[in-house]
């Protein structure tokens, strides 16, 4: 299975988008990257692991924080990751993806469509 790699932050409507993505797939494990304020109002079906950031912080302060906590929680056997960006500003964007590529993933990206979850 798959696990799915969130950025829950700013912008009109991307929480109910998130939410869907999360609650309409089987997931093996979902992580956001959010705020503190995202962990505490951001509720969904399944269960989540959040990945609790700063965005005011230095950018390389801001991708330290995220890759060491993504090393934490995902093991080395887990490779298929699912990438969603459609919240959040750029900032954010390139912190997750640095994570990721320095953490040796490979990932799909995939959104919410009119058909339904698609790859991107």
């Known amino acids: 299975m798959t696990i799915l790699i969130a950025c829950l932050s700013t912008g009109k409507d991307t929480w ?3 939410g869907k993505l999360i609650n309409e797939e089987n997931w093996d494990k979902v992580f956001l ?6 962990k ?3 509720t969904a079906k399944k269960e989540i692991d959040f990945i609790v950031v ?7 302060e801001l991708k ?3 890759y060491s906590q993504l ?3 995902i093991r080395p056997s887990e490779t298929e990751m699912a990438l969603n960006l459609y ?8 912190v997750i993806l640095s ?4 953490l040796g993933l490979g990932i799909r990206l995939i959104a919410v469509t009119n058909k339904g979850i698609e790859e991107v």
Not at 33 to 38: A, I, K, L, M, R
């Open 16 to 18: 109910g988008h998130v």
């Open 33 to 38: 990257v959010t705020n503190s304020f995202g």
């Open 40 to 42: 505490e109002k951001f």
């Open 54 to 60: 700063d965005i005011d912080k230095p950018l390389e």
């Open 64 to 66: 330290n924080e995220v």
């Open 71 to 73: 090393k934490s929680k």
């Open 87 to 94: 919240s959040g500003s750029g900032k954010e964007h390139m």
């Open 99 to 102: 994570s990721l590529l320095k």
